[in-house]
């Protein structure tokens, strides 16, 4: 498969830029200028990279309660997004949403979702819709390891088979759910095998490893928009941070971590880039570069932007 360099180096600028706008907001969070929670997808950047990369920006995508990293790789604008986290007016949702239900309808992104494995029966909806408008729309469903053992799993991700639905199902596997280990919860090595009872193709990928997910979604998406159904694709990779920030991550062994960071999927990517030739050590640096100039905007942004009026607190919401 030849991926042109543009392609590869817009995937390794969404990468950084995802690292960057978390570590900014680790910062900011511990300084009490964000309310609320944050649950960061720091160490699974190659995952919403790789499997975004492969779609329109009329194609939808459901998030998680983990979602900075799919808003961004769907093309989420992080000034509007640090707006939100900071609780403002100028936010994606006016600031009455926060981390856990970011949403840009206009390029396709239905909402990161705090309920876990919401997202799987409004991906199967999403694509029935396409389905049903007679567009070739796909959409991706992120869900985490942990979701796939909810009863919206099962109903979800049957109602994609049976009706053939334009529907790609990955999993991030990174290992825990909150503080339990995937081997309390599941018997399975491959959550890909799971999709043998619903039918339908499942693959189990590196999801440290950008290009390696980029494949196996491009497969996969290009099933869904010829109208051959669902797929369901495991990434197998770590947070680095706790399940949310604060979290004291007791059940993490130091190994366990150091084993992990050697796996880095942006240093990875990074390195193997160089080596094609495809950015020189200056081209790196000056996309960090650029990263951080970008949040230092964004945050920028967020700190001058109004809160919502008291007046507004019904505006918008459901009651
Ligand atoms: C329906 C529901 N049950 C429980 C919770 C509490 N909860 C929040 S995140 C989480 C773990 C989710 O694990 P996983 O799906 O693996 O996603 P990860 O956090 O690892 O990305 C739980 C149990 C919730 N938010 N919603
Ligand atoms: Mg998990």
């Keep these: 498969?030849?991926?042109?360099?543009?392609?590869?180096?817009?995937?390794?600028?969404?990468?950084?830029?995802?690292?960057?706008?978390?570590e900014r907001v680790v910062k900011e969070f511990a300084a009490g200028k964000i309310p609320g929670a944050v649950h960061l997808y720091a160490g699974e950047e190659a995952v919403a990279t790789g499997a975004c990369a492969n779609l329109r920006p009329d194609d939808y995508i459901t998030s998680t309660h983990r979602g900075h990293g799919h808003l961004i790789a769907k093309g989420g604008k992080t000034d509007r997004m640090m707006a939100e986290l900071y609780g403002k007016k100028t936010g994606y949702n006016k600031g009455k949403g926060g981390s856990m239900h970011l949403a840009d309808m206009e390029i396709g992104i239905l909402g990161a979702n705090a309920i876990v494995g919401a997202g799987i029966p409004i991906a199967a909806g999403a694509a029935l819709s396409a389905q049903?408008?007679?567009?070739?729309?796909?959409?991706?469903?992120?869900?985490?390891?942990?979701?796939?053992?909810?009863?919206?799993?099962?109903?979800?991700?049957?109602?994609?088979?049976?009706?053939?639905?334009?529907?790609?199902?990955?999993?991030?596997?990174?290992?825990?759910?909150?503080?339990?280990?995937?081997?309390?919860?599941?018997?399975?090595?491959?959550?890909?095998?799971?999709?043998?009872?619903?039918?339908?193709?499942?693959?189990?990928?590196?999801?440290?490893?950008?290009?390696?997910?980029?494949?196996?979604?491009?497969?996969?998406?290009?099933?869904?928009?010829?109208?051959?159904?669902?797929?369901?694709?495991?990434c197998k990779t770590y947070r680095y941070r706790g399940h949310f920030e604060g979290d004291p991550q007791t059940y993490k062994t130091k190994e366990e971590v150091e084993e992990w960071m050697k796996k880095d999927p942006i240093p990875r990517f990074r390195k193997q880039l160089i080596e094609t030739g495809v950015l020189t050590e200056e081209d790196a640096d000056k996309i960090a570069r650029e990263m951080n100039e970008e949040i230092e905007k964004a945050v920028k942004f967020a700190e001058e932007s109004p809160y919502p009026a008291p007046e507004e607190a019904l505006e918008d919401v459901y009651a």
């Excluded at 007679?134 to 796939?148: E, H, N, R, Y």
């Excluded at 999709?195 to 196996?216: C, E, Q, R, S, W």
């Design 132 to 234: 049903m408008r007679g567009t070739d729309q796909v959409v991706i469903g992120f869900l985490g390891d942990g979701a796939t053992n909810t009863s919206r799993f099962h109903e979800g991700v049957n109602l994609a088979a049976i009706w053939n639905l334009p529907v790609v199902y990955v999993i991030e596997n990174n290992m825990y759910a909150e503080a339990t280990p995937l081997s309390a919860a599941c018997k399975l090595t491959n959550l890909s095998d799971r999709a043998k009872a619903y039918g339908i193709p499942g693959k189990t990928v590196d999801g440290n490893d950008v290009l390696a997910v980029y494949k196996a979604v491009g497969e996969a998406v290009a099933r869904a928009r010829k109208g051959q159904g669902p797929t369901l694709i495991e």
């Design 1 to 22: 498969m030849a991926i042109g360099n543009e392609k590869l180096i817009e995937m390794y600028r969404a990468m950084v830029r995802i690292r960057t706008f978390e």
